[in-house]
């Protein structure tokens, strides 16, 4: 018997598969894990398949040295799919397939957890006379005592009744009276407090939606889109359909944007589904990771929630895959080999006949323009619950309050809305994307900003600790007390952060309690599930964030949210710029008003006539939508168009600029008798917008082509070209989730 095997090195080289022989006796199936002689070393590999012959000479193959795991790491469907990861991200096999299970599981970094445990041996009738016979060792009959239920007990439990139990119970052992073994133990992360809530009566839009729904888990059809307004219920439309897809004996895999946005859609779900719930994401433990994803392979949790890496959950029978907040940038894989999680999602669905449901309230421009091609069934949810109004939207001009002298970060709306509410009783949150005290540090005499020395990043000044930090690449230092460039006194912390508004907050405020929520206070592992449970029992009525309060949590005492600086996304280089601004605001407004007491909402902005604001302000996603999609047509960005891109990084910006320009002189000669050049509409090379990081100048060459099949062609061709030699690191990204 022989197998076919890729060789886990990620390198164009080895990108194809090897011949091994299996050792008489050996088990081995495809997807198997083994460990094979590769030249003078010894590598990991992948079992693709078996056969009975081999293509040449038998006596120059090696065989299988031995398999990393009894049973088979990949699914045959997830096999499958890296083939075609492979082909869409023109990336080794290997590199592939790596994405199927967890990282740590490579070269053996996680273990299996034992635990060890005694268990009596003697049949019950013989205890008592077990325990006489011990009665000159008190330890040992006491341990006698405890182990004569016939219960394993865990070595663990022993050791907090006497400090030596090795002693004792290896004399029992010796005896042959009790058994001392070890069993695996699995290592379950934090999932947040229990909400033992029952389901509620479900409204007619939930189940007019459910009645879509379920009948496509039998009979799988078009990917849905669901839009429903914030606060529309969707997560218990989600919660009767998982349940009914268990109900069918099927698995399903949920998919949210970031596991921190979303403590408290967990908590529903582990309240609902107990331990047949598992969790992937990057927060857990290199030890956790690994024993909830062999939960999931075992068929242990037939229910998988997780972050983007979670679609390639290995769910055998995998009936439904719901992706929430669907429009999220999180869903685009930033490293390489780089995928689309939803793409994945609904090509996942159509390989294994699983119903694909992608939900959101504000949907991506692209998944509502398949609704409308027809290649996405949508489904609204126009209502909040039981009839809740969509909170009450007021737009602040701030130009208007500078010219009345208001120089402050709130405005008179907002501050006399916030002291309303916080005499009512009630609670507040407030949103400014941007961590940190100040967006950026300048010299009021001579206008110099303090740059990071290896990005082209202004720093932002953290008054936690006095220091400067580069968001970038985090390079910290201490705040000057003189300019740099010109030894003036007037240097200054200039525009708002969180750290200031929370300053602000205390000063305005004392004794409301204000908890800030942004990376710098989330970073301990469970930090953003304590954060949120402390604000949902009242211990503090003003919840301060960046975009990680924006989405899905659900607070009903809060019934006034204000956007502190609404326009910060609205001037980023990218042309969704605009998407992202309306997707923020409408996602923060739905914070407001979730319970019984109607919620208002204050945005302060200094382009209350924008599209993106004002579509906000009338939450019409419909009018949001036709403009922006005009625009895009009008200025052929995607969806008309795929964006791609050479990034081109070096230590100096010629260098990087010659490789991107030589790119492109490249391109457009290579195909400038082909019909595949008429797929390109634009290209340029240029500086990046963001033309250092880490000490990195970034110049990229810059293409609009068209979406066509024959593209793949022109794709794969960029692909060999960015493979080859330069002396600038050069790296093709196809649709990135930043163009910065
Ligand atoms: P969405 O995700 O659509 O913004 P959620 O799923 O978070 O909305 O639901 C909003 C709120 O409405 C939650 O507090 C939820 O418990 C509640 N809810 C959902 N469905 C019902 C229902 N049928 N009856 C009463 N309350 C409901
Ligand atoms: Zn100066
Ligand atoms: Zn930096």
């Known amino acids: 018997m022989y197998a076919e095997i890729i ?23 495809p997807g198997m894990r083994v460990s094979v ?15 009975d012959q081999a293509d040449y000479d038998e006596s120059k193959i090696k065989p299988i040295l031995s398999t990393l795991e009894d049973y088979p790491a990949l699914l045959p469907e997830l096999m499958d799919l890296a083939w075609e990861i492979r082909e869409k991200s023109h990336c080794p096999l290997c590199e592939a397939l790596r994405l199927m299970i967890p990282a740590e599981m490579r070269q053996g970094r996680v273990k299996v957890k034992l635990e060890e445990y005694a268990q009596l041996l003697i049949p019950p009738e013989r205890v008592d006379e077990a325990i006489r016979s011990q009665q000159r060792a008190p330890k040992r009959k006491l341990l006698l005592t405890i182990l004569s239920d016939g219960q394993p007990h865990a070595l663990e439990e022993l050791r907090a009744l006497m400090n030596d139990v090795r002693t004792p119970l290896n004399a029992l052992a010796e005896k042959e009276m009790v058994g001392i073994f070890e069993k695996e133990v699995l290592r379950a992360p934090y999932m947040g407090r229990l909400d033992a809530a029952p389901d509620p009566e479900l409204t007619a839009e939930q189940r007019e939606a459910l009645s879509e729904l379920i009948p496509a888990l039998h009979k799988p059809q078009k990917p849905f889109l669901l839009h429903g307004v914030t606060g529309s219920g969707k997560t218990e439309v989600f919660i009767h359909l998982v349940r009914e897809a268990l109900r069918q004996g099927k698995g399903a895999i949920i998919l949210v944007p970031e596991i921190v946005l979303t403590p408290q859609m967990i908590s529903w779900f582990r309240s609902r589904f107990g331990n047949a719930m598992a969790m ?11 024993d909830e994803w062999r939960r999931i392979r075992q068929g242990g949790a037939r229910i998988v929630i997780g972050a983007r890496s979670a679609v390639f959950a290995p769910v055998e029978k995998l009936g439904l895959i719901i992706v929430d907040e669907e429009h999220e940038q999180t869903y685009l894989s930033d490293r390489f080999p780089q995928y689309d999680a939803r793409e994945i999602a609904v090509s996942r669905g159509r390989r294994e006949g699983a119903e694909v449901v992608l939900s959101s309230a504000t949907p991506s421009i692209y998944s509502y323009a398949m609704t409308r091609r027809g290649d996405y069934t949508l489904i609204e949810m126009p209502h909040r619950v039981l009839n809740r109004p969509l909170p009450h939207i007021h737009v602040v001009d701030m130009r208007e309050e500078l010219r009345r002298g208001n120089h402050g970060m709130f405005s008179g709306l907002l501050q006399k809305k916030l002291e309303d509410c916080m005499q009512a009783g009630q609670q507040a949150m407030l949103f400014i994307n941007r961590r940190g005290y100040a967006s950026s540090v300048n010299c009021r005499k001579c206008g110099e900003t303090i740059k990071c020395s290896r990005c082209d990043v202004s720093m932002t000044y953290h008054s936690v600790d006095g220091t400067l930090r580069c968001h970038y690449c985090g390079e910290t230092r201490p705040m000057p007390r003189l300019c740099p460039a010109c030894g003036s006194a007037y240097i200054r912390p200039m525009g708002t952060g969180t750290q200031k508004v929370e300053e602000e907050l205390n000063r305005r405020f004392p004794g409301a309690g204000v908890i800030r929520m942004d990376v710098d206070t989330t970073a301990g592992k469970n930090a953003h599930f304590e954060l949120v449970d402390r604000f949902r029992a009242g211990q503090a009525r003003i919840l301060l964030g960046t975009q990680m309060i924006a989405k899905g949590l659900d607070f009903p005492q809060v019934t006034l949210v204000g956007a502190v600086m609404a326009d910060l996304t609205l001037n980023f280089p990218d042309y969704r710029a605009a998407e ?8 923060v407004a739905g914070r407001a008003g979730r319970g019984e007491k109607p919620g208002e909402v204050v945005i302060q902005t200094y382009q209350p006539d924008h599209y993106a604001i004002r579509g906000a302000a009338t939450q019409d996603y ?19 168009t795929m964006m791609v891109r050479f990034l081109c990084e070096a230590k100096e910006m010629d260098v990087a600029l010659r490789v991107a320009e030589d790119i492109k002189n490249r391109v457009l000669q290579e195909f400038s008798h082909s019909p595949l050049q008429r797929r390109i509409f634009f290209i340029r090379a240029d500086e990046a917008p963001i033309t250092r990081i880490q000490d990195k100048a970034r110049a990229h060459v810059l293409m609009k082509l068209l979406n066509h099949p024959d593209t793949d062609a022109l794709l794969s061709r960029f692909q060999e070209m960015a493979g080859e030699e330069y002396p600038a690191r050069v790296q093709l990204e196809i649709n990135p989730a930043s163009l910065a």
Do not use: C, N, W
């Open 37 to 51: 002689p590769f030249g003078p070393r010894k590598k990991e590999g992948f079992v693709i398949r078996l056969k």
């Open 280 to 290: 992937l994401h990057s927060r857990l433990s290199a030890g956790e990771r690994f």
């Open 7 to 29: 060789v886990d090195i990620a390198s164009e080289q080895v990108d194809r598969v090897f011949t091994y022989r299996v050792p008489e006796g050996m088990r081995v199936a």
């Open 622 to 640: 419909r009018a949001f939508f036709a403009k922006e999609f005009e625009r895009r047509k009008a200025g052929l960005y995607p969806p008309f």
């Open 580 to 587: 992202r601004t309306f997707q923020l605001l409408v996602q």
